[in-house]
């Protein structure tokens, strides 16, 4: 099985380098690995955030595992030569429509959590974010109005083939923990979000046996602070679910924390941190890679079909931690190796 690196910009080949040592010492059988240049990095050695080598090894391999890309070099391209969209085009060219971000509290972090930790050590939840539609994907421009003002538009839309789709990977995480999925929208508003809340609400009739519930996004924001434990499982859209799991990120500890997995449908899938390259700490070690590393635990799990190794993974980051191990985002002085030293301890 092919395995992808992508490193990306900043701190992305550093944690990338921790969740490679991981897997090594786990010696797992048949699996490969093949490298490629994505983001800043790509652009300033291929001309492109996306080179087509790079897009070739992620059309062959098995699962991609993705560090970060952005860089304040290129912050002045033209937007489709700028990093990110090396991450939106990967979405896209693969089918990756389905965001898993999984955001539980490790017990040990209470004390990092932006919230009391009464109310921080009840969030055990997992984000399901669309990601192929809404406004990231949408027709956007810049234009000038009839009295000569700049004006920029970004359409947001989802069509009822889109929100079923990803409607049922809602229902089928929800069936696979606790039967809750509650779907945030904000369709008081946005006819988007109608159709949203409709495509919903027919597609649970064919899973009874989840708990269905509706959320405006404000609200949602709010009550993720104010009491997290009521969540099981939130379903939304692209913009949506972006702002939410970052917030989810916070309660949780770290953004350093939280790993995603991004899936088409058959599994196949891409797995990174939810953090950003983080550029004004590139290079100094003071990066957080468990991530990264829970991140490549996801991928064994969901991809590979490897769970017994995921949740070695999974453990020994909880040990871990559970030995004192800290990065600076955690209150510690941990370098970024020294972290994945912890976990191979334990390994």
């Not at 109608?194 to 996004?217: A, C, F, G, N």
């Not at 991140?295 to 490897?306: E, G, K, V």
């Amino acid at each position: 099985m092919l395995i992808a690196l992508f490193p990306g910009d900043g701190i992305g080949p550093e944690v990338i380098a921790e969740a490679r040592r991981v897997l090594d010492a786990l010696d797992l059988p048949g699996l490969t690995y093949e490298e490629g240049l994505v983001g800043g990095a790509a652009y300033k050695a291929k001309g492109h955030p996306l080179p087509p080598e790079t897009l070739d090894i992620a059309e062959r391999c098995n699962a991609i595992l993705f560090g970060a890309v952005g860089d304040f070099d290129c912050d002045n391209l033209e937007r489709h030569l700028r990093p990110e969209q090396a991450i939106l085009g990967l979405r896209k060219a693969l089918g990756l429509f389905a965001n898993l971000r999984p955001a539980t509290l490790f017990k040990e972090l209470a004390d990092a959590s932006a919230l009391r930790p009464e109310v921080a050590t009840q969030i055990d939840m997992v984000i399901v974010r669309e990601l192929n539609g809404d406004v990231y994907f949408g027709e956007k421009g810049m234009r000038t109005t009839a009295d000569g003002k700049r004006e920029g538009y970004d359409v947001m839309s989802y069509n009822e083939d889109e929100v079923r789709r990803i409607a049922r990977v809602g229902f089928e995480t929800a069936r696979a923990r606790k039967g809750r999925l509650c779907s945030v929208d904000k369709a008081n508003v946005l006819e988007t979000s109608q159709l949203w809340r409709d495509v919903m609400i027919e597609t649970h009739k064919d899973y009874p046996d989840i708990e269905l519930s509706h959320m405006y996004v404000d609200n949602a924001a709010m009550q993720l602070v104010r009491n997290p434990g009521q969540f099981d499982v939130i379903v939304t859209g692209n913009l949506f679910g972006d702002i939410l799991s970052d917030q989810a990120s916070m309660c949780a500890g770290s953004i350093g924390m939280l790993p995603s997995a991004s899936l088409d449908t058959n599994q196949k899938g891409l797995y990174e941190p939810i953090h950003g390259s983080a550029p004004d700490i590139a290079g100094q070690g003071k990066a957080n890679p468990l991530a990264t590393i829970l991140s490549a635990a996801m991928m064994l799990r969901y991809s590979l079909n490897m769970p017994e190794p995921a949740d070695r993974i999974e453990a020994a980051v909880a040990k871990a931690l559970e030995g004192g191990a800290r990065t600076p985002d955690l209150g510690g002085s941990m370098t970024t190796q020294q972290m994945g030293d912890a976990v191979l301890a334990v390994l």
